[in-house]
């Protein structure tokens, strides 16, 4: 679960590590204690931050979720925000790719 | 009914094989368990002996509290366990992260904790898990003493753990 942020705007101090997950992204953690920090997309820099970094996540709302139909069948999120699935999350991320 | 099964870290330094795998999966919404997922823990309980890992040199460990240490993969960050440290009843079992296993279905929600704690931006759909608030956890789980919200106080351990 994360919060987007512009690309620029966030400073991080302290010990954070990244692992190049994919092509596209990069996900931020501490090396201290391993907590996930983000999931960064490489083309523009921008950082989605983890929610739990925040206190009540930080009074945001959960507006999409991102291969839902790939969730694992023993929970699902509860609520009416946009469920994309894997295919719909492709397609709105490199939609001038061939579909999967 | 229990099964084996097996699992890994995203970037798979890390591989473990299980065996006594219970059909059920807790959650946890303490602060803690919050900060360091992104969430909410979604663990498996194993008998820690029933446990076998591979590439545990991969391993970072924290004591993160008093009462339980918690491990990850020191390339890719992927949690990969939380275990009680502390001697007693509940010591003896590793709680795998759910997502972490190569096939995270066949499980179900028995139980959620530390529900007063879990962020309003999000909820679990569906019914009859058993949920626990933070007071009902200290009481029905003694070495949870006084249970710190301040995680900076553990200590690090980096290295092999059992």
């Known amino acids: ?100 | 009914m229990t099964r084996s099964a097996v699992g890994k870290c995203l970037c798979g330094d890390v591989r473990f094989e299980a065996q006594d795998v219970p059909e059920t999966f807790g959650v946890c919404h303490c602060e803690m368990c919050r900060r360091w997922t992104g969430s909410a823990l979604l663990e498996v309980s194993i008998p820690e002996q029933s446990l076998v890992r591979h590439g545990k040199e991969h391993i970072a460990t924290r004591q993160t509290s008093e009462w339980a240490e918690r491990g990850w993969c020191r390339n890719c960050g992927t949690g990969l366990f939380y275990r009680v440290t502390m001697a007693g009843e509940w010591s003896g079992s590793v709680d795998i992260p759910l997502g972490i296993f190569d096939d995270p279905n066949g499980f179900v929600m028995s139980h959620e904790i530390y529900i007063d704690f879990k962020p309003d931006s999000f909820a679990y759909a569906g019914e009859g898990r058993k949920q626990l608030t933070r007071q009902q956890c200290v009481e029905k789980f003694s070495l949870l003493g006084n249970d710190p919200a301040d995680a900076s106080q553990g200590r690090i351990d980096q290295g092999e753990t059992t």
Request: net charge negative.
């Open chain 1, 1 to 100: 679960m994360s919060l987007r942020t512009d690309p620029g705007s966030i400073k991080v101090n302290g010990t954070a590590k990244t692992f190049r997950s994919s092509d596209w992204a990069e996900r931020g953690f501490c090396e201290i204690c391993g907590s996930t920090l983000w999931y960064g997309t490489v083309h523009d820099g921008a950082l989605n931050l983890s929610a739990g970094l925040f206190d009540n996540a930080a009074g945001a709302e959960m507006k999409i979720e991102f291969f839902a139909d790939a969730a694992p069948k023993g929970y699902a999120l509860a609520g009416d925000h946009k469920k994309l699935t894997t295919q719909e999350t492709i397609a709105l991320f490199a939609p001038d790719e061939d579909a999967q």
